[in-house]
């Protein structure tokens, strides 16, 4: 297959707003392939990953792009085959070498091509192909029910291995994905909830709630003596994380899968600044040394497995039980079941005052829906703002063709003049917002139109919800605003009104 296949296919994907439209185009590409490999390799670039996971490029190697190619000429393979390349690139000479690869590589794209693959290698290929569109889109190709490929999906935690089994082994090659020790299950996700108030309520009068710590979510699968560690997104991480391994290796049982959180805390049991407990996670990070500098703490708070009997599908009380038999109070979450909201906000302020992000609030009744964002569990926690200054924006892809999209942040800068980038974001705008950004910044705009990054006055300030923020070497203040998001835009302000680095900065140094 073409790689120009998948990009038009992608372009038709992001243009449309309706689930419908997109399961039809995917599934009518899908249904074109014949090889596995090539199914499983667009599937996953059309989920916006790379097979490969990381292959060291980034925006910065993506700003000098040779001229599109009039004709298209690549497959899906070889750009597969040349991702691989530039990342197994090492040594002297390794970015001159991965510079020569990526320019060849653009070369031979057309202009389609070009942009489907820098959104992808960028990291910022957004077109709403979620996993459930997936999903759907896998089994409307292969003809199969929707809920068989997403219950393989969920259990094997990797749809374009499911997807390539499922177009050439229908149903049948489905059933060999059941739920394994030591081969991760796409882990259950939550829903937003604004305060415990509604959480209770959504859920029927009644939750259980978690502390949510400011920590790494790690999937763990152990059989007899050996321990394997994933991330969120299903990396091995086993070899970087020795304490999760002795942790699990001390619990009394032989097999198990478990959900948990690993994190770095000071002395009086705080947790450090996210970056801290991230830092294990570096593929170059010296485990030893790091370590001896900074040890990290688990704490158990779900179980999908335990010694031959499957537990996903029993409710979340039963599997709490179950987790609480085997793993000492100490290496678990805080908990509290509750119908009454002054108790529920109680602990949502005990745990914020510990530190910590927030809570968890879960459905005593639900199962373990691994791989969806299910209703049955819902996140609280405070949301920070700051009005900040757009700096630039840079133009979008698929449906946001045509419209200036992703907005650069800054802080006024209260010592030096002018502003200090935080980051960039397109989270949160709706169709409405960027029909009116699009304008305001065409007439802001200091610099050329037709470039990717457009330069504007910095005149207009906006209200942006974050996480947090973390250490950053990437931008001059030396921070960074960890899941940015558009609130609104502040006419009411003008930029001598918007919040200073200083304010961002004592903001990080108290979380």
Do not use: C
Not at 116 to 125: A, N, Y
Not at 343 to 364: C, I, N, P, R, Y
């Amino acid at each position: 297959m073409l790689l120009g296949d998948v990009a038009a296919a992608s372009a038709d994907v992001g243009a449309t707003t309706s689930r419908l439209a997109k399961v039809a185009r995917i599934a009518e590409l899908l249904a074109r392939i014949a090889e596995p490999r090539v199914v499983a390799i667009v599937v996953s670039w059309l989920s916006g990953e790379l097979p490969q996971r990381q292959i060291g490029v980034g925006w910065a190697s993506l700003r000098a792009l040779p001229p599109p190619a009039d004709e298209m000429s690549l497959t899906v393979s070889g750009v597969d085959t040349t991702f691989t390349e530039i990342g197994s690139v090492a040594g002297k000479g390794s970015q001159a070498r991965r510079t020569e690869l990526i320019g060849g590589l653009f070369a031979a794209a057309t202009e389609t091509e070009q942009v489907f693959l820098r959104r992808l290698l960028g990291g910022e290929l957004r077109q709403g192909a979620l996993v459930g569109v997936m999903a759907d889109a896998v089994a409307k190709a292969a003809g199969l029910p929707a809920a068989a490929v997403r219950r393989a999906a969920m259990l094997g935690g990797d749809l374009p291995a499911v997807a390539a089994s499922a177009l050439t082994g229908g149903e049948a090659a489905l059933r060999d994905f059941t739920l394994r020790v030591g081969r991760p299950v796409g882990p259950m996700l939550a829903q937003t909830a604004a305060d415990v108030t509604e959480a209770l309520q959504r859920l029927g009068g009644e939750a259980v709630f978690e502390a949510k710590l400011d920590g790494a979510r790690v999937q763990i699968h152990r059989s007899g003596d050996q321990v394997t560690v994933y991330t969120r997104s299903l990396d091995d991480v086993t070899a970087r994380l020795p304490e999760v391994v002795e942790a699990t290796l001390a619990l009394p049982v032989t097999d198990l899968i478990a959900d948990g959180e690993a994190i770095a805390l000071r002395p009086d049991n705080r947790p450090h600044r996210f970056q801290v407990t991230a830092s294990r996670f570096g593929r170059s990070v010296d485990v030893a040394a790091a370590r001896a500098a900074q040890p990290l703490s688990v704490f158990f708070f779900d179980i999908l497995h335990l010694d031959g009997v499957d537990l996903l599908d029993e409710p979340t009380h039963a599997r709490a039980a179950a987790l609480d038999a085997i793993v000492p109070t100490e290496q678990r979450v805080d908990r509290l079941v509750t119908t009454d909201s002054a108790a529920a906000q109680a602990f949502l302020d005990t745990t914020l005052a510990a530190g910590h992000e927030g809570v968890m609030a879960k459905s005593a009744a639900s199962p373990y829906e691994a791989g969806r964002r299910g209703a049955g569990w819902l996140k609280v926690k405070p949301v920070h703002t700051l009005d900040l200054v757009v700096l630039a924006v840079e133009w979008g892809s698929g449906r946001r063709t045509g419209k200036l999209s992703n907005i650069h942040l800054g802080a006024r800068d209260p010592h030096n003049g002018g502003f200090v980038m935080l980051g960039k974001t397109f989270k949160g705008m709706t169709d409405a917002m960027l029909e009116w950004q699009t304008a305001r910044f065409t007439e802001l705009a200091t610099g050329d139109l037709d470039g990717y990054v457009v330069p504007v006055r910095p005149e207009q300030v906006v209200e942006i919800a974050f996480d947090g923020v973390q250490g950053s070497s990437r931008y001059p203040a030396g921070m960074a605003l960890r899941f940015a998001r558009v609130l609104r835009y502040r006419d009411d302000k003008g930029p001598a009104e918007a919040d200073t680095v200083d304010t961002v900065r004592a903001f990080y140094e108290r979380h």
